[in-house]
């Protein structure tokens, strides 16, 4: 089955440097990622999602890369503000198993210092 | 106002009791899901459900049960069985033929 990878585990940034996660997924039949923004306390919050006819979407601050290839995508926010600092978690659907079902990878804890 | 609701939001159980957690949607989704968080676990399926009265083990389901007798009704019932059930629940949902999951606000579980 899906196996999705996510790093760094935690990242500090100033505030107004762009912020880079990257995330793998194990299988090639995989064609929906979607990341998540999660509050202390509140459940996670649809940011991007990305499909694999695409490579890159936009989306304000926010931006997602897709290497089919090399099976990985990235998350980048630029100028990040404090209101970034969140756990961010990358997504993938499980293709190959039950239809609709999300793997999920561990978590990015950011923190944006002013 | 559509969306997920979960209740409540704290939760305490003791030793030996069953517990139940409450998710509701108004969203007419079709799909639900239970997931289970702990820190540094990221996101772990429980339970889903595609369609009423039917349902599937997700990866940690054992000391767990659900029930989906109504489409916009997905409770999760801890049994006694689970042995650490200290965690972050959270409910999610999902129209048919689309792939984003929404999450509830979540509940969190404390053993006394």
């Known amino acids: 089955g899906e196996n999705v990878e996510q790093h760094p585990s935690t990242l500090s940034v100033q505030e107004g440097d762009s912020a880079v996660i990257k995330c793998t997924y194990s299988?090639?039949?995989?064609?929906?990622f979607p990341w998540y923004k999660q509050e202390l306390g509140k459940g996670p919050q649809l940011i991007i999602d990305i499909r694999s006819n695409v490579g890159e979407k936009k989306d304000q601050r926010i931006a997602v890369t897709l290497n089919k290839t090399a099976k990985h995508f990235s998350l980048h926010i630029t100028e990040t503000q404090p209101e970034d600092s969140a756990v961010y978690f990358c997504a993938a659907n499980n293709y190959g198993g039950s239809q609709g079902n999300l793997i999920f990878g561990k978590g990015t804890k950011l923190s944006v210092k002013p | 106002d559509g969306g997920i609701t979960q209740s409540p939001k704290y939760l305490f159980r003791k030793e030996g009791q069953n517990v139940t957690l409450s998710c509701e949607q108004n969203l007419n989704h079709d799909a639900m899901y239970w997931y289970r968080q702990d820190p540094g676990q990221g996101l772990r399926l429980i339970y889903y459900s595609q369609i009423v009265n039917d349902f599937q083990k997700g990866d940690i389901a054992e000391g767990y049960s659900v029930s989906r007798e109504k489409k916009e009704s997905f409770p999760l019932t801890v049994t006694s069985a689970q042995k650490n059930p200290t965690a972050f629940y959270l409910c999610?949902?999902?129209?048919?033929?689309?792939?984003?999951?929404?999450f509830g606000p979540g509940t969190r579980l404390l053993v006394l």
């Open positions: 299988d090639s039949a995989s064609n929906y």
């Open positions: 999610a949902s999902r129209l048919a033929g689309e792939e984003t999951q929404y």
